[in-house]
């Protein structure tokens, strides 16, 4: 790289560094990612009139952060008719406007969005002009249906800073820890271990990427490196951990965390490696169409929490299309509340989950998190 655009590429990482809420978050304030996603909703209702009006100065709480995602949904339904080809023909021919969504009971009327039809016609889903799009990611996900996913520079930015606060709400602490990231690059249609990477870097958490399937190959990069956290696909990491199992003894190896992604675990793998490392394994949920990063456990391991500024998520029954209550198991949905560039309403991700709606033991308490996920037979 040429001195001139080193120089660039640091003064853009400094500006965007500094545009990472993520970075502004205390542990002590509670769990980061609660407090990372109310601070984002804060700011909306500080630069927006009609929310300014509707909450005020007073701090928001649960019912509040409700009737704010309702407000998202519905400025995201006008900005849809007006810029997305396809949701513009479906909402003209279903007859949906804002002003039809009054309650979440409303959301029923409108219509779901199918896997099929972003795999087919994906520039149809697309509000804003090419040259806008600074990345765009294809993905198979679960479904074998490539789909093709682009985003603008701010939108990377969400997720990256949206991947900081799970870190962080993961235990991990900018000074002390070093991120081992082992997923197997045959999987990264979209790359995941590089834009964590990249997120570790804007965010000064240091990192190390290894997708050696060789275990004393890992156990080199991690005694160099002084790892103290691991992430990488399920599979991949219950496979490492039965080897090093027979290797250290646990704890040795000093990791203090390993976040299993990308792919199911069950509780019997989890023990597995639990045991292996000595140390509490969380799972991580997201899908390329959302932004990877959507979803994680916190050490109570008591249900994923959801990006919650990002996401509304719905359960609903997949045969009938009726909205569940928290509890009853169904089909997730989700609307991205937040983007621009390919805003996905109420998509079907054809994973089958339910809501939690009590606080978890780390004390969030303002917005629903999902259970154990299963994957939709068709
Ligand atoms: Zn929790």
Not at 202 to 216: E, F, Q
Not at 342 to 351: H, N, S
Not at 369 to 376: F, N, T, V, W
Request: charged share 30%; with cysteine; net charge negative.
């Amino acid at each position: 790289m040429s001195l001139p655009s080193k120089i660039n590429t640091s003064i853009r990482m400094s500006v965007a560094k500094r545009k990472l809420e993520s970075r502004k978050i205390e542990l002590r304030d509670g769990n980061p990612l609660e407090q990372w996603g109310l601070a984002k909703i804060k700011n909306d209702i500080k630069n927006n009139k009609e929310l300014k009006e509707l909450f005020g100065q007073k701090e928001p709480d649960k019912n509040d952060i409700q009737e704010y995602k309702l407000f998202k949904f519905r400025e995201l339904i006008a900005y849809a008719l007006e810029n997305s080809p396809y949701y513009r023909d479906l909402y003209t021919s279903a007859d949906i406007y804002p002003s039809n969504i009054r309650s979440y009971k409303d959301l029923e009327q409108v219509p779901l969005t199918e896997q099929e039809e972003l795999a087919n016609k994906p520039y149809h889903f697309l509000c804003v002009s090419r040259k806008d799009i600074a990345r765009e990611f294809t993905s198979s996900g679960t479904t074998n249906m490539l789909k093709r996913m682009a985003y603008t520079q701010g939108e990377l930015l969400e997720i990256v800073d949206s991947v900081i606060s799970g870190l962080k709400m993961a235990g991990m602490d900018s000074k002390a820890d070093t991120l081992q990231i082992m997923y197997p690059t045959i999987t990264a249609t979209w790359d995941p271990g590089l834009v964590l990477s990249k997120a570790c870097d804007l965010a000064g958490y240091s990192s190390v990427i290894n997708d050696s399937m060789d275990v004393h190959e890992q156990m080199n990069t991690i005694k160099e490196a002084g790892t103290t956290i691991i992430i990488g696909t399920s599979s991949f990491l219950y496979e490492i951990s039965k080897q090093i199992r027979e290797l250290v003894k646990p704890g040795e190896m000093g990791i203090k965390r390993i976040i299993c992604s990308s792919e199911p675990l069950t509780e019997d793998m989890r023990e597995e490696i639990e045991n292996a490392w000595g140390c509490k394994t969380l799972r991580q949920w997201g899908m390329t169409e959302l932004g990877l990063a959507n979803a994680i456990e916190c050490e109570h391991q008591n249900g994923f929490h959801l990006n919650n500024p990002d996401f509304l998520a719905e359960i609903i029954d997949p045969k009938t299309g009726k909205i569940l209550p928290p509890g009853e198991k169904g089909e997730l949905v989700v609307t991205t509340l937040r983007r621009k560039c390919m805003p996905l309403i109420r998509y079907r991700t054809r994973d089958i989950t339910s809501l939690i709606d009590e606080p978890c033991n780390c004390g969030a308490c303002l917005d629903q998190r999902i259970g154990d996920i299963e994957r939709l037979v068709a």
